[in-house]
Each structure stands twice: as structure tokens, then as C-alpha cells.
């Protein structure tokens, strides 16, 4: 078991097993977890874990241009499927976002407008592939724009913001690292994660710091860096 430490509320560290079972705060009743739709998610690798203890904005940008292609973007969609119910355990206060970027950029779903982690995870399910270029710039900028208090951003969390690419930005590149210091400014964590990259230089500039930067080979490997992605998230930093 790892030891948490709470950026956002108390600072202790605390422990808690998954358990067979999960409440939803929102009706305060028991669900078991077979009834959470995880057969078409990524298989976690582990069986028991420490549940995200903490109160975070966690924005989800991920690349659908076309070399990712719909069969990786499936499998993105599944890992982050997993780090939803991850990083919603019982103590944990966590709002999801979703943000999908080609050419254009799609809001998926904003902080607030899911509470249900079953109408999340359907929701992340069942998002489009839109094919076209890559425009992280514009996908930082909309994450700037929604994060406010009337789509249910929190001042009392800190906005964490997971950009899932397979490629440096194409469309108004010269505006993406600006738009990610603009972020970073107000206090977001940037976590890039990088798929079969020959330049990392983007994507280590996004980066709020060298131990938030993930690179794999393809989109198969997200199921092994899970629980780092995991335990580094949920850990809190001491400044």
C-alpha cells in the first residue's frame, strides 16, 4: 500500500484498500463494483490500491487526429476509463473533464456536468473519433476557458490536466507552450503523455515537471505505466 499525501485538504497521510465495494457519495448508497461497467476497460495490474484521497480538477486531452487512428484512440479511452475509477474513491472529491482534439477541439463533458462515475465512464466511452490535425494549442486554451466556476471548476482544487498524444501540435504550434504557461501560471499540473514520439521537445515544456512526463512506444503500453500514472497523481509533492 502506498501512503498518500493530501495536497489540497488535510496533510496526512492515510491509507484505504479498494474494496469490493464503492459508495457514491451523490446517493450515498452501496454499489457493488461488478456492476460498473469495467469489462471494456484497460485490466488494472493490480488488485488492491490506495484510492486518490484528494479534492483535484482533472481535465483529460486527448489527440484524435489522424495518426492515432480509432483503434488507439479506443484504448486511450479505456486507460482513462481506469484512472477515472481510480481517482474515485470513497474519500476522494475528484471532477472529470473531457477534451478531444484534432483540427478542432471537442469538449467532450465539462467538470460539472456529470456527478454519476457510471455516466462519466459511459460518457468517455462513448466519445467520438474526429480525424484531422493536431491542435494542442487550442485544446490548452479551451481547458483555460472551462475551467471557471460556473462549469464546475473549484478554487479549493488544484486543476490537473493530462494531455494523451501521439505528436507535437501542428495547428497554431506557436501558441502551445504559451497556452500551457498560462495554465501552469494559475496553478495546473500538466502530465503529458507521449506515444511513439521522435521529439519530446513540446511535450517536456508542457510539462509542470520532468516527473510528469510519460513516454511509451504505443497506445498497447498505457496498461503498464497505469499504476506510476497512479501513485504520482495521487501523491502530493512537498514544496
Do not use: W
Not at 52 to 64: E, G, T, V
Not at 146 to 172: K, P, S
Not at 197 to 226: H, W
Request: with cysteine.
Amino acid at each position: 500500500m502506498i501512503c498518500l499525501k493530501q495536497r489540497i485538504r488535510k496533510k496526512k497521510c492515510l491509507y484505504l484498500m479498494l474494496s469490493i465495494e464503492k459508495q457514491t457519495p451523490e446517493y450515498n448508497s452501496q454499489i457493488p463494483i461488478r456492476r460498473y461497467p469495467l469489462y471494456f476497460f484497460v485490466k488494472s495490474p493490480f488488485h488492491f490500491i490506495s484510492a486518490c484521497l484528494s479534492a483535484m480538477d482533472i481535465f483529460f486531452l486527448l489527440d484524435s487526429s489522424d495518426s492515432v487512428g480509432s483503434d488507439n484512440f479506443a484504448t486511450a479511452l479505456k486507460f482513462i476509463n481506469v484512472l477515472i475509477g481510480e481517482f474515485s474513491g470513497e474519500e476522494s472529491y475528484n471532477r472529470f473533464s473531457l477534451i478531444t482534439f484534432s483540427t478542432d477541439v471537442q469538449i467532450v463533458f465539462s467538470l460539472g456536468r456529470y456527478r454519476d462515475i457510471r455516466i462519466i465512464q459511459n460518457a468517455v466511452k462513448y466519445a467520438r473519433y474526429r480525424p484531422g490535425n493536431t491542435n494542442t494549442a487550442n485544446a490548452l486554451k479551451v481547458v483555460e476557458e472551462i475551467a471557471v466556476d460556473a462549469l464546475g471548476d473549484r478554487h479549493d482544487a488544484q486543476n490537473v490536466v493530462f494531455v494523451i498524444t501521439d505528436g507535437n501540435g501542428n495547428v497554431n504550434e506557436d501558441e502551445t507552450i504559451p497556452a500551457a504557461e498560462v495554465l501552469k501560471k494559475n496553478g495546473a499540473r500538466i502530465i503529458p503523455i507521449a506515444v511513439n514520439m521522435q521529439d519530446y521537445s513540446e511535450v517536456e515544456q508542457l510539462a509542470t515537471n520532468a516527473a510528469d512526463i510519460y513516454k511509451i512506444d504505443n497506445f498497447d503500453d498505457l496498461n503498464g505505466i497505469l499504476e506510476n500514472v497512479i501513485q504520482n497523481t495521487c501523491s502530493a509533492e512537498e514544496n
